[in-house]
């Protein structure tokens, strides 16, 4: 691939912002960064506004996106709205779920998402027969990635009961495998490849029974892969966890070997503060989605005591209430100042190294999420003349871009060197509102 510069009007090098900067990128990778640059290079691509490495969508269920608006309607709990969330997964085919996905990943695209950890889950067809390929709709989310343009960690995810020990319920027989050694021969089949990694995931305590948990841990860890696990979101599964075993959810995985470095604590949001100091000792990370815990009414984790306890926190959005990871960062700092009353918990560069480079690292793209030498040339562009982000002087865009801006202010999306973004259009998906209405129509029959 031949060198390609581009001229970044404002770029956000951690922790501060600078004016002017070159970026050189060749054979997707950044090969040099130079700042101090006041005018365009020949031949450079130009980007005006702020630029900041790409963001890491890491925690996504893509078909959830088809219940958006629906599940606003009325009341409820978390528990009324996963009844709603399994009637759509039992309509979806891997054509469909591939239509769909294409859609919500280029969404994400225009969002500034340059990689996202799908929370996979739904393997086989309804009555939970295997497809001919067993991981048909697993590898119709990868091909949904590489079309819309963006990087994917598949978090291929172990669901086996409907509730410590209980089979699984009607809703469920199309995520079940049966038996962790069965999940692992069928995901063992996936491979990685060019914008993909392929982790693991513990769908949740109830939906793993305790001694199969250490086999989808050591499957990651012999791997050397991601593993993802739902915990604590809800209190009700502390209770239950505490009924069945004695013990909290965070303390049955660290008895069985499923914290560590290479693990994230999706919500983590009701924990003691012996599970906290459990998660922060054993470098355990944490991905916070504030949208979708906001919108399910689950709580407001403890998202300032799990980072200082040694945790490396992380951004999803989950359910797609919205796709907005400038939200998500901004979300996360303005619940923890309605909880303690109290302003500036972390800083606008804190919450932006959240949503990029430690995003990145717990989807297994270690090389991702920062502007350097070396680094993959996977970056966005933010507006600084809109509505919304103009009048700020430029070395305060950074707190612009995320306690101001949102994702409507993306102007530019470049993965590995390429633009998949430009000018606030998609390249290969170009009308994605209708991509989206439609596969989402077609989920209603």
Request: hydrophobic share 45%.
């Amino acid at each position: 691939m031949p060198l390609t510069t581009y001229w970044l009007e404002h770029a956000w090098l951690d922790p501060n912002v600078e004016p002017g900067v070159a970026l050189e990128v060749a054979d997707g990778r950044v090969t040099a960064v130079r700042t101090g640059v006041e005018v365009p290079p020949p031949g450079a691509v130009v980007l005006r506004g702020l630029t900041i490495p790409g963001l890491a969508n890491a925690h996504s269920h893509a078909f959830h996106r088809a219940l958006r608006g629906t599940v606003q309607v009325g009341s409820g709990t978390f528990w009324t709205w996963r009844e709603v969330m399994y009637n759509v997964a039992q309509r979806l085919t891997p054509e469909s779920y591939f239509a769909l996905a294409r859609a919500v990943y280029a969404e994400m695209a225009l969002a500034g998402i340059t990689a996202v950890g799908e929370f996979h889950y739904l393997h086989h067809a309804p009555g939970g027969t295997p497809y001919a390929d067993p991981n048909a709709m697993g590898e119709a989310l990868i091909a949904a990635a590489g079309e819309a343009g963006i990087r994917i960690t598949l978090l291929d995810t172990a669901y086996l009961s409907s509730g410590f020990g209980a089979a699984p319920d009607r809703h469920q027989l199309r995520f079940t495998d049966g038996t962790a050694d069965a999940w692992a021969e069928r995901a063992s089949a996936l491979k990685e490849r060019e914008g993909v990694r392929i982790g693991a995931a513990i769908h949740s305590v109830r939906a793993v029974p305790a001694d199969q948990l250490s086999t989808v841990a050591d499957w990651a860890r012999d791997r050397q892969a991601p593993l993802h696990v739902h915990l604590s979101e809800q209190t009700a599964e502390n209770d239950a966890c505490l009924a069945a075993h004695g013990r909290t959810p965070t303390q049955l995985l660290a008895d069985h070997g499923v914290l560590g470095a290479r693990t994230t604590g999706v919500h983590n949001t009701h924990m003691t503060d012996a599970d906290i100091a459990l998660i922060g000792s054993t470098s355990t990370g944490t991905c916070m989605c504030p949208t979708t815990e906001r919108d399910l009414a689950d709580g407001i984790g403890p998202a300032v005591a799990l980072q200082r306890a040694g945790s490396p926190l992380s951004l999803g959005s989950d359910s797609h209430a919205v796709i907005d990871l400038l939200e998500e960062a901004r979300a996360m700092e303005l619940n923890e100042r309605l909880r303690t009353r109290t302003r500036g918990h972390w800083t606008a560069a804190a919450l932006l190294r959240a949503a990029t480079a430690d995003g990145h690292a717990a989807l297994g793209w270690a090389d991702a999420g920062t502007l350097e030498a070396g680094a993959l040339a996977d970056f966005t562009t933010i507006a600084l003349d809109s509505v919304r982000t103009a009048g700020p002087v430029p070395r305060l865009a950074a707190e612009t871009a995320v306690f101001a801006a949102s994702a409507a202010d993306v102007r530019h999306t470049v993965v590995g060197g390429r633009h998949v973004v430009r000018d606030g259009v998609h390249r290969t998906v170009p009308d994605v509102s209708r991509a989206l209405a439609d596969s989402i129509a077609a989920l209603r029959g």
